[in-house]
């Protein structure tokens, strides 16, 4: 089997890119505390970047878990880091089509460089463009 092969094989074990799309115009719960339905997206959503990560030879380095949001700094193998921040779910399906992204200086660094956005599926190429030094586009 070929090494793509085996990191999307082992990717998929983590988390598939279908069982999110589950979650596309889902009506959330609300409340002051977040509703399992939404900690269980959120897990999924995060084993799916850490999939993604792992198949790519990148490393999920923080996770920041918040009130049906979460924002994630990926790390590479040269210590350069990109932020990844998904607003909150309860309101559209910016999880899935409007995630800001930029890089950043380390894993505290949540004001580093400028704002872009990215999908869902779009995630691998962008980060891949950020961490090279180029733009997302």
Request: aromatic fraction near 14%.
């Amino acid at each position: 089997m070929e090494q793509g092969a085996t990191a999307l094989k082992e990717e998929t074990k983590l988390a598939n890119i279908n069982e999110l799309k589950k979650y596309l115009d889902c009506e959330f719960s609300s409340g002051p505390y977040a509703g399992q339905d939404y900690l269980t997206f959120q897990t999924k959503y995060v084993n799916y970047l850490r999939g993604l990560c792992k198949s790519s030879g990148w490393e999920l380095a923080k996770v920041g878990r918040n009130h049906y949001c979460f924002s994630a700094f990926i790390k590479d193998g040269r210590g350069k880091y990109v932020y990844l921040s998904v607003s909150d779910v309860r309101f559209n399906n910016g999880w899935y089509n409007n995630i800001l992204i930029r890089t950043a200086a380390g894993d505290r660094d949540y004001t580093g460089g400028r704002n872009t956005y990215t999908t869902l599926p779009g995630i691998r190429d962008a980060v891949t463009r950020l961490l090279a030094g180029g733009a997302v586009s």
